[in-house]
């Protein structure tokens, strides 16, 4: 919310097919995406897949509760199914 208060139009979603639904119809293009690593019904590291897929160009931060090591173990494992 604060994001809109700040005069950025800022869009929410309660899970990963929602946030889908808002890219693929939306009118605008997003500079930034922040999205959970653990969204429902689509984890972060997928999501990403899916906006390269999609043309994103913009940054993406993705937040997690996990301990810094789960996350390198994640983002090793994305790594070696992309390339």
């Not at 808002?22 to 959970?36: C, G, K, V």
């Not at 160009?57 to 996990?66: K, S």
Request: proline fraction near 2%; charge should be negative.
């Amino acid at each position: 919310m604060e994001l809109k208060l700040a005069g950025h139009d800022a869009h929410f979603a309660a899970d990963g097919d929602e946030t889908i639904e808002i890219i693929d119809s939306a009118e605008i293009r997003f500079d930034l995406i922040i999205i959970n690593h653990q969204i429902a019904r689509l984890a972060g590291l997928d999501w990403i897949c899916i906006l390269e897929e999609k043309g994103f160009v913009g940054e993406i931060i993705v937040l997690t509760p996990c301990p810094r090591s789960s996350i390198t173990n994640l983002i090793n494992l994305f790594l070696e199914d992309t390339f």
